[in-house]
């Protein structure tokens, strides 16, 4: 009887171990619970609503250094070699992949990339990245966030895009966007993001590619599949374009035409054509002083509301904000 009670008592106290280390557990992960009787405040778990991948509950412990804002990108890396190291390691332990693709796009030519920790700091970047900012090397981008590297505008909707696959573990594709050099000159890419996951679904990092979309060139026999509807939308954009009625021109139907312009300059018609005519804005207000009212009518936007709007969503700068930069001295500030 006395062995059976002290079987049944040490049966007890290892469910009563296993609960707790089960709840320790998950506070790990989620934080600690609110309200009384140990239970999780984040009701969404228990309403079996959708929630974002979690991050590792050592996910702040990759986040070692703050960057200062670099007045000159030109000086050396003035980061601690050690914890730049240290960054790049834990990232690459856990995912071992990483360190083979930052190798492959160094040698890749258009495309820039890059890999992110949750704290928003570059923790691999490739040749190409490096070269758009004109910087002497990776180690004076390693270890900064875009804030440090890029204006204002830019950097808010940058870091806006990573807070949100980060929170929702949902990638980001074709993403059109103007990246405007050291010169003020703007140049088009096409961006990938997507969430970098350890085997047990935790988000560690985002990786990004942006393809540089050169035109291809007049002769290509792409653009002869298309029917002349680039050089039409090139030669017209400023005039209310239907892309329905380009594709009936075409002899196309609008998906065949969709599927065509993806293959041949990875853009939709309808990007193509917006693509056009935030150029022809950029070089607007950096060649001229037309009011911004005027540009916005010979470029094809309904009004100057709809220029400011899809310039800002490209650039992060509102149409003055670039025009006031380029004026300033041609140079923008990184």
């Keep these: 009887m006395a062995q059976q009670r002290l079987r049944q008592g040490q049966r007890l106290r290892h469910r009563v171990l296993g609960l707790r280390n089960r709840r320790r557990g998950i ?39 703050s960057a200062p804002t670099v007045s000159n990108p030109h000086k050396p890396s003035t980061f601690p070699v050690p914890e730049v190291d240290n960054l790049r390691r834990r990232i690459f332990r856990a995912v071992p992949g990483l360190a083979v693709a930052e190798r492959l796009f160094d040698s ?32 004076a981008l390693l270890g900064r966030r875009a804030r440090d590297l890029f204006p204002d505008g830019m950097a808010a909707g940058y870091e806006q895009q990573d807070d949100e696959l980060f929170r929702t573990g949902r990638e980001i594709s074709d993403k059109l966007e103007m990246l405007i050099d050291r010169r003020g000159m703007p140049s088009w890419f096409l961006t990938q993001k997507t ?18 979309l050169h ?22 954009y400023a005039e209310p374009l239907r892309i329905e009625e ?6 196309m139907t609008l998906v065949q035409l969709e599927r065509r312009m993806k293959k041949v300059v990875r853009l939709s018609a309808r990007q193509f054509l917006t693509r056009m005519r935030l150029h022809a804005a950029a070089a607007a ?11 916005a009518t010979d470029c094809g936007f309904y009004d100057q509301s709809t220029l400011s709007r899809q310039f800002r969503t490209a650039t ?8 006031a930069l380029c004026q300033a001295g041609g140079a923008m500030p990184v």
């Design 215 to 236: 035109l291809p060139a007049g002769g290509d026999p792409g653009l002869q599949e298309l029917g002349g509807v680039i050089d039409t939308i090139r030669a017209r």
């Design 246 to 251: 380009l594709a009936a021109r075409a002899g």
């Design 27 to 65: 506070w790990r992960r989620n934080g600690r619970p609110s309200g009384r009787g140990g239970r999780l405040g984040d009701r969404s778990r228990r309403s079996g609503e959708n929630h974002a991948p979690r991050l590792p509950c050592n996910w702040r412990e990759s986040c070692f250094y």
């Design 108 to 139: 890749v030519e258009g495309v820039v990339f890059c890999i992110k920790n949750p704290c928003g700091q570059y923790v691999a970047v490739n040749q190409a990245f490096v070269e758009l900012l004109g910087l002497p090397g990776k180690a």
């Design 285 to 295: 207000l950096r060649e001229t002083d037309t009011p911004i009212i005027d540009i």
């Design 195 to 212: 969430p970098v996951t350890t085997g047990d679904g935790s988000v560690i990092a985002l990786a990004s590619t942006s393809a540089n």
């Design 316 to 323: 992060g700068f509102s149409p003055g904000e670039y025009r």
